[in-house]
């Protein structure tokens, strides 16, 4: 009798060795396909958000605050994802200067000055806009993403992706949480947070339209969250699909570009 229980009782440790061991294959399997569609939805929000040809956009910059408005205006080139060039336009004080982005790597050249300074690239701007937004920096390749959600939008349902920064890339900001169109993978809201996940800024996506055959935001909307009434909007405008050679996007050159 006591043989027949003990095997019994071995039976039942078996099956449920078996049972444990199938939910943690099946929970890593979920875990893993998580991730790798986070990776395909972060993939197609950004192919919308910004062309992957190399193109050029004027940016206008509109600052408020304490009821005073701030303009400026930018002439932004890309080159693929890692590589972009900021030539400041207006105000005419600072015309001549120039923000490179190559790589992990970002430097400022003033016409006053001798050679490049390297910053970085959530060094701030101008209003809640940092060189990044205006460098329209890339999620992709630049930070790690996580399917947190869905969720409901103003009446849309939404993807929800928890992105952070991946270590030595030049993010503007350490964690993001990235909300993105279920059924257009269209971008439609950014929270940008602290490191300790403390929400800082908000970014929201509008006035979408044909850009180099995609319909894409045309304006970048920035609003403070430790203060309601500064929001800053970027405007991207004129985009042209251009081709530029590498010249263009090395250090040593920013003064002649």
């Not at 015309?95 to 016409?111: A, E, F, I, N, W």
């Not at 999620?139 to 790690?144: A, E, P, R, S, T």
């Not at 995609?214 to 403070?224: A, G, H, I, K």
């Amino acid at each position: 009798m006591r043989t027949e229980e003990f095997m019994k009782g071995s039976r039942q440790a078996c099956w449920v060795v078996k049972v444990m061991l199938i939910a943690s294959l099946t929970t890593g399997t979920v875990a893993i396909a998580g991730e790798t569609d986070a990776a395909r939805i972060l993939e197609k929000a950004e192919a919308i958000r910004n062309p992957t040809e190399d193109y050029s956009v004027d940016v206008d910059l509109v600052d408020s605050k304490d009821g005073k408005v701030d303009f400026r205006s930018y002439e932004t080139l890309i080159k693929g994802r890692d590589k972009a060039l900021v030539k400041f336009v207006k105000p005419e004080s600072e015309s001549g200067t120039r923000v490179l982005m190559t790589g992990p790597d970002m430097y400022v050249y003033v016409p006053t000055s001798a050679k490049p300074v390297r910053i970085s690239a959530n060094q701030k701007l101008t209003g809640n806009a940092a060189y990044g937004d205006v460098a329209r920096l890339s999620f992709v390749g630049n930070y790690g993403a996580k399917l947190k959600s869905t969720e409901k939008n103003d009446g849309k349902e939404v993807y929800v992706l928890e992105l952070s920064s991946i270590p030595d890339r030049p993010v503007t900001y350490d964690k993001i949480e990235y909300r993105v169109d279920v059924k257009t993978f269209r971008p439609v809201k950014a929270v940008y947070m602290t490191q300790s996940g403390k929400p800082i800024r908000e970014g929201t996506f509008e006035d979408f339209g044909e850009v180099l055959g995609v319909q894409r935001p045309r304006t970048f909307v920035l609003r403070n969250l430790l203060r309601s009434d500064h929001v800053t909007k970027l405007k991207f405008k004129n985009p042209k699909q251009k081709s530029f050679p590498d010249l263009m996007f090395e250090k040593q050159n920013l003064g002649r570009n």
